[in-house]
């Protein structure tokens, strides 16, 4: 009989619909855990976020940035809250600094649609997207964060940092994405994203990136800017495989991709760095629903899924990826069967949901 490898998973709900979309997510890999034997969690949970700093004082106390240093992955809700914010008046976002403490460089932004998901756009193409967007997100213009300045009420400026040793590590990773894309039937391309027509920041960033295109030939390197990319995101998303762009760009083009797919609840993502990960929704805390039930908790099952093909691969448990597929497959199944949540018009809840692709799980026979 093979063993049963424990996980310690620091969790970090958050706030608003962040504590919604939690618990199902929970038990959603506690199922597949039993189902498997060959892997289990330790949960461990911490508050952090918005409420917690007004609570406490610090929106990421020292004992949850310990469980984190200290867990296998970090599974994060979402966090913030309008009416909470530090006395200079900008938001509550320990996600972000999370980021910049763990060196979690590379934001995997996977953009996949579902069968039946209402689509923004009609192309037929449009119908089975699959790409990535791969924000970089420890620098770029958000290295400016609580350090702009505003001179005399009259200026304002704010610094963009890219540095060498990031954007290697940044590139190399998503020619490895691409590559083990293309091992599964994708093109194997990457297009760097960038304003390197105006800007020495953005001329670096592509120079670093075609240097390490060298070095992986047998994917496909293509630059674009990012103004040509925002329009081709919208009239033929389907050409593209694995992008990767700054932080800031990043930041805008993900959100894109999550309106492709039919809105915040189903866009997943995963920022890794060389020893850590952190797995949450693309979206917020969705002050505006909170409370209502109607939160869509499919984007924090997809990163759930990231979590345990991360997980999977670096531990060699392919049972781990196959609870991945498991997830994917569920969703579909559960989509493809009429479920249908608020947030696309639907009537189905956070419960509703929930309980839709748990029994998709149960029901569903996957090939591994
Ligand atoms: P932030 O400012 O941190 O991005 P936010 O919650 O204000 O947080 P988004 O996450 O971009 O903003 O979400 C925008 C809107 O999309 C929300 O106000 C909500 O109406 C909707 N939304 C976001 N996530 C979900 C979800 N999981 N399920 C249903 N609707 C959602």
Redesign the pocket.
């Known amino acids: 009989m093979s063993k049963n490898v424990k996980f310690r998973i620091a969790v970090l709900p958050g706030d608003?619909?962040g504590c919604e979309?939690m618990p199902p997510c929970l038990a959603l890999l506690d199922q597949l855990a039993r189902e498997s034997g060959e892997f289990s969690f330790d949960f461990q949970e911490h508050q952090a976020g918005a409420f917690a700093y007004k609570e406490t004082g610090s929106a990421l106390p020292a004992s949850a940035l310990a469980a984190a240093r200290n867990a296998d992955a970090i599974l994060l809700g979402?966090m913030?809250w309008p009416d909470i914010r530090y006395p200079d008046g900008t938001?509550i976002?320990p996600q972000l600094d999370l980021r910049f403490e763990l060196g979690l460089y590379a934001g995997v932004r996977p953009v996949r649609t579902f069968p039946n998901v209402r689509r923004i756009l009609a192309d037929d193409r449009a119908a089975n997207l699959d790409f990535v967007i791969i924000r970089e997100s420890t620098e770029g213009l958000f290295a400016s964060r609580g350090k702009g300045v505003v001179r005399d009420d009259q200026e304002a400026s704010d610094t963009m940092v890219i540095t060498r040793a990031v954007c290697e590590s940044l590139f190399d990773m998503a020619f490895a994405i691409a590559r083990e894309r293309k091992r599964r039937g994708s093109p194997g391309i990457v297009t760097c994203v960038d304003k390197a027509n105006v800007f020495a920041s953005f001329a670096f960033f592509r120079k670093i990136f075609l240097e390490r295109a060298a070095l992986n030939p047998d994917i496909e390197a293509r630059c674009a800017y990012v103004d040509a990319v925002a329009l081709y995101l919208v009239t033929k998303p389907w050409e593209f495989d694995v992008l990767v762009t700054e932080n800031m760009f990043g930041d805008i083009l993900s959100?894109l991709g999550a309106g492709l797919m039919g809105?915040?609840?189903f866009a997943p993502s995963a920022d890794i760095g060389d020893r850590y990960a952190v797995f949450q929704?693309?979206?917020?805390?969705?002050?505006?629903?909170t409370g209502t039930g109607?939160?869509?908790?499919?984007?924090?099952f997809l990163s759930a899924a990231m979590m345990l093909d991360w997980l999977g691969q670096k531990h060699e448990l392919s049972a781990m990826n196959h609870a991945a597929k498991r997830i994917r497959v569920a969703i579909d199944s559960a989509f493809a069967s009429g479920m249908k949540?608020?947030?696309i018009g639907g009537t189905a809840t956070t419960k509703d949901v929930t309980e839709t692709v748990l029994g998709a799980l149960e029901t569903d026979a996957v090939q591994a």
């Open positions: 608003g619909i979309v979402a913030g938001e976002a959100d809105g915040m609840g929704p693309c979206h917020g805390t969705a002050p505006d629903i109607k939160a869509n908790p499919i984007a924090t949540p608020f947030e």
